[in-house]
């Protein structure tokens, strides 16, 4: 019995195909709403609700006009996922995209898996779902990952072994969503990249994220660039005190910054002098951002 729940964790941990492929899944015991191998049904669209838990919020419409040509010419050939809510009713729990492009080809029926599920596994098997077969941007996962760790209660570190990423990594993503709306929407539209906005996370200021986010648009300025006008700007840097000459740094120590930042998931600034003295700078963004590293630090 424990060998069998561990099977079907490590199954939610490979994403919704892993799900579909494991015969032990639960399935609804009326027959009558399965075709002959037991697997897919072809049930009405109209008899279909979306999926309250949908990370996704925009969908890209030409895309969804070529899958939709697609399917008038060779049907809908992956089908998607619901569960029974009652007399002719289901809910969505994965292919919202194939649902609407299916609708926009005129589909009045489409194939479908039937699956039982709570609404704590809606939210996991949509949120996985969708990271692992759809090309989310960065906001869109961040605010996937916000809504898993306060409704389903659960640490960064469970987090990242639910969708098999790093809690460091985890913790960047969610970070984003303390940036600027402006800066969050830039992202959104491929104005500047995840690493940008990384290092525009460790000013203090909004008026110094917005104005070298609005230099890094107009001037199409690289990650790097954007990392040295940071450390120009940020308070903590140029108002350090050395008791020598700064010197440059070593390949050595930008690579442990890098380790670090990637360890802790904020900004880490090394200062080494000539005499091998130096420092080490971690950016924390609240007590609890404080706590968390603190955590790290003792494990």
Do not use: C, W
């Given at each position: ?19 579909l492929?494991?015969q ?8 009558r ?9 072809e049930?009405?669209?109209?008899q ?10 925009e ?10 040509s ?38 009045t ?6 699956r ?11 949120l996985?779902?969708n ?5 989310l941007?960065?906001?869109e ?17 469970t ?58 648009v ?9 990392e040295?006008?940071?450390?120009r ?24 910054e ?14 080494q ?6 420092e ?20």
């Amino acid at each position: 019995m424990d060998k069998d729940k561990k099977n079907r964790r490590n199954a939610l941990g490979r994403g919704l195909s892993a799900l579909l492929d494991d015969q032990d899944s639960p399935v609804l015991p009326n027959r009558r709403d399965l075709n002959p191998n037991g697997s897919v049904s072809e049930i009405l669209i109209e008899q279909i609700e979306t999926n309250p838990f949908q990370p996704r919020v925009e969908f890209d419409l030409v895309a969804l006009e070529e899958l939709s040509s697609s399917i008038k010419v060779q049907g809908l050939i992956q089908p998607i996922t619901v569960r029974k809510m009652g007399a002719n009713a289901y809910q969505l729990i994965s292919g919202e995209r194939r649902l609407r492009a299916s609708k926009l080809a005129g589909l009045t029926k489409i194939p479908a898996y039937i699956r039982t599920a709570g609404d704590e596994q809606m939210l996991e098997m949509a949120l996985i779902e969708n990271i692992q077969r759809e090309d989310l941007n960065p906001i869109e996962i961040a605010l996937g990952y916000e809504r898993l760790v306060a409704e389903l209660n659960i640490t960064l570190e469970t987090l990242g072994d639910k969708v098999g990423k790093k809690r460091a990594t985890v913790n960047n993503y969610m970070r984003l969503l303390k940036l600027p709306p402006l800066i969050q929407l830039g992202l959104k539209e491929n104005k500047i990249s995840m690493g940008h906005a990384r290092a525009l996370i460790s000013l203090p200021r909004t008026e110094d994220q917005l104005a070298i986010y609005q230099e890094v648009v107009d001037k199409e300025l690289s990650v790097r660039a954007v990392e040295e006008l940071v450390r120009r700007v940020n308070p903590d840097k140029s108002t350090a005190k050395t008791d020598a000459p700064k010197t440059r740094k070593s390949e050595f120590l930008v690579a442990l910054e890098r380790n670090l930042e990637e360890k802790f998931g904020n900004r880490v600034l090394l200062n080494q002098q000539n005499s091998g003295r130096g420092e080490i700078k971690i950016n924390f963004d609240s007590t609890e951002d404080l706590n968390r590293i603190l955590e790290i630090l003792n494990s």
